[in-house]
């Protein structure tokens, strides 16, 4: 099943990635996509950016490329949108709604940053920069005063969501994690 369609500003209709990364895309998705409806349909489109994956999961999401690749040189980025392309179930099973503040700062300290390819580090990731992002900081030692366990609640949704995209028949999608020049 895919994703809802979430309703913005312009009245537009796009998907938005449940993974909040400071870039800015969502705010031109729509003209990007707008654009990229005009090219020959049925493209491989690249987008060498990912960060939330907004712009490649709108390709996914409208079925404007027969494939897509979300490539980041974040290795956290990439391994988190593999872990929902393939483990999404174990990823849902570790996130913990009821965590205190410290719990979930501990966490992070544990699990961000550290350029694993597992489960445990892609969860951190999600959970950093949402609730980074949410807090509009840049400091992750103040990532833990946006602690909110309802929007923990709402993630497994929304991951089983995104995990649609990225494992939808019509339309191939591939991550990688390389310099954008390579």
Not at 6 to 21: G, L, N
Not at 135 to 144: K, L
Request: proline fraction near 6%; charged fraction near 25%.
């Amino acid at each position: 099943p895919q994703p809802p369609p979430v309703k913005v500003e312009k009245s537009k209709v796009f998907y938005q990635s449940p993974i909040p990364y400071f870039g800015a895309k969502t705010f031109v998705v729509e003209d990007l996509l707008e654009r990229i409806r005009k090219l020959e349909p049925g493209v491989e489109f690249r987008d060498l950016f990912t960060g939330s994956g907004c712009v490649g999961l709108n390709m996914v999401y409208a079925k404007l490329a027969t494939q897509v690749c979300l490539n980041d040189d974040d290795p956290a980025v990439a391994n988190c949108f593999e872990i929902v392309q393939g483990r999404h179930e174990e990823l849902k099973k570790i996130l913990n709604p009821a965590w205190t503040r410290h719990e979930f700062q501990s966490f992070i300290d544990l699990f961000y940053g550290l350029k694993l390819k597992d489960v445990e580090a892609a969860c951190g990731h999600l959970l950093y920069q949402k609730f980074l992002v949410k807090g509009n900081q840049t400091n992750p030692e103040n990532v833990a005063d946006y602690w909110d366990g309802k929007v923990v609640e709402a993630l497994p949704e929304k991951i089983d969501e995104l995990h649609a995209l990225l494992t939808s028949k019509e339309v191939t999608v591939r991550i990688t994690n390389l310099k954008a020049i390579d």
